[in-house]
């Protein structure tokens, strides 16, 4: 199950890559690109990609992860396993984990009227996308050590 998980997050970090290359191309991002189709379109891909990422690795990765070493109970709550996970030094800090859920759950409904809005929450989460990478790579090298320390070459 945590190896499905880590396979699934992987795709969509991948797929969600060459979109926040594209946008980085532009230099910054403006209402002008809002005009453009092609522009849009890696936006939006982005921006889907962001959200699937953060349901993910929040309702499905963190908690296999924490199932797998036995550190999981059904009754936790996302800050409980936020928490967990801050102790193991997988996550820097619960609370940013959190503020990119607010930022995620921002960018689930449909564009607001107030560009600047967009913009601003478009840069949040790209922000917010690097330091997921980081987070990412650093459960698949605990996963990696653990997978070695329990003789398993997965």
């Known amino acids: 199950m945590l190896k499905e998980a880590l396979e699934?997050?992987?795709l969509h970090f991948k797929r969600a890559k060459s979109?926040?290359?594209?946008?980085?191309?532009?230099?910054?991002?403006?209402?002008?690109?809002?005009?453009?189709?092609n522009?849009?379109?890696?936006?939006?891909?982005?921006?889907?990609?962001?959200?699937?990422?953060?349901?993910?690795?929040?309702?499905?990765?963190?908690k296999r992860l924490?199932?797998?070493?036995?550190?999981?109970?059904?009754n936790m709550s996302l800050l409980d396993v936020l928490d967990k996970l801050e102790k193991l030094e997988l996550l820097d800090s619960a609370d940013r984990w959190m503020e990119h859920?607010?930022?995620?759950?921002?960018?689930?409904?449909?564009?607001?009227?107030?560009?600047?809005?967009?913009?601003?929450?478009i840069k949040l989460a790209l922000c917010a996308f690097e330091e997921m990478?980081?987070?990412?790579?650093?459960?698949?090298?605990?996963?990696?050590k653990l997978s070695l320390r329990r003789g398993k070459n997965d």
Not at 39 to 52: M, S
Not at 66 to 74: A, K, S, T, V
Not at 133 to 144: A, C, G, L, P, R
């Open 19 to 37: 979109n926040v290359c594209e946008i980085q191309k532009w230099q910054d991002i403006s209402s002008n690109d809002f005009a453009d189709d």
């Open 39 to 62: 522009k849009v379109r890696v936006i939006d891909a982005f921006i889907y990609r962001f959200i699937k990422l953060q349901d993910l690795m929040g309702n499905k990765l963190f």
């Open 8 to 10: 699934v997050v992987e």
């Open 101 to 121: 859920r607010k930022l995620r759950n921002l960018l689930t409904h449909e564009y607001p009227d107030n560009l600047q809005d967009i913009i601003k929450g």
């Open 133 to 144: 990478e980081m987070i990412f790579t650093k459960i698949k090298q605990y996963v990696q």
């Open 66 to 74: 924490l199932n797998e070493i036995g550190e999981y109970q059904d």
